[in-house]
């Protein structure tokens, strides 16, 4: 109690930090060189630094499975923590303030629930240029784009998180079934990412049941601090949840499927 009242970014009600202490822009330029290690390989990421209650296991059994791009204030990430303790899941922010204050609400939630929030770390790095060199082929589950920034000029649209080009490395960290998923509150960018998406040969959109039975779509719309803004507003949410599936080849008129390449 003293520390927290020696430091004002932490609240002294909640033992969290203020996030008013963290603010930043909405969001930054992607394609700018920003300034911070960068792993070489997956094989040069040490993961056990972000979870050391599963330090022993990460080294040689426990991989990496969810990845929140573009994670902002990390809400979606703590929900997610609880929904699947056992998985391990990691936010990726370029901004150098917020990767720091999710950093810090991770570090007090577990002293404040012990045992609890063990599987959930973020990293500053830009997932548009870096995702190769934290994720093996076939490595990740789930990859969530929560809001992610609408570049409205079409001259920035190269800027968009979700493209075809971006779609291949994607597709390359996914395993075969993994899934994407996405949402916005901007119809244009939600039909960008749809279309972009239905164009990908290597990935296909869930079903209605498939949505329905995935608890995860219905974080989407609440876990973030942006969905809960829309939702205040009554604001409308466009959302493309698909599917990584094995590429397909036509040979003399027969649709042939691959073998998974993971």
């Known amino acids: 109690m003293l520390e927290n009242e020696a430091n004002p970014t932490i609240s002294k009600s909640t033992g969290l930090p203020r996030k008013r202490f963290y603010r930043a822009r909405a969001h930054s330029n992607p394609l700018s060189d920003s300034h911070f290690p960068v792993p070489i390989s997956p094989s040069h990421v040490d993961f056990s630094l972000h979870y050391p209650q ?34 391990l899941m990691i936010g990726m922010e370029l901004r150098d303030k917020v990767a720091e204050y999710v950093k810090e609400r991770i570090l007090a939630l577990r002293a404040t629930n012990p045992g609890q929030y063990q599987n959930v770390s ?16 076939g490595q990740l589950t789930k ?21 075809p080009h971006l779609l ?55 876990a973030t601090e942006e969905g809960q803004k829309v939702a205040r507003n009554g604001g409308q949410t466009f959302q493309a949840v698909y599917k990584r599936i094995a590429l397909s080849l036509i040979h003399n008129g027969t649709l042939r499927l691959l073998k998974p390449d993971h």
């Open 54 to 87: 599963f330090s022993s296991e990460v080294s040689c059994i426990k991989k990496v499975q969810f990845a929140d791009i573009g994670c902002g204030f990390g809400g979606l990430l703590i929900s997610l923590s609880t929904f699947s303790p056992e998985t």
């Open 122 to 137: 973020v990293v500053r790095t830009n997932s548009m240029k870096y995702i190769p060199n934290y994720f093996e082929k």
């Open 143 to 163: 990859m969530f784009f929560l809001f992610p920034d609408p570049h409205f000029k079409e001259k920035n649209h190269r800027r968009r998180v979700i493209s």
């Open 168 to 222: 291949d490395e994607y597709a390359h960290v996914l395993e075969v079934g993994g899934i994407i998923y996405t949402i916005t509150d901007v119809e244009e960018l939600g039909e960008w990412m749809k279309t972009c998406l239905d164009n990908h040969p290597m990935f296909e959109a869930l079903t209605e049941q498939e949505l329905q039975a995935d608890p995860a779509v219905k974080l989407l719309s609440t």
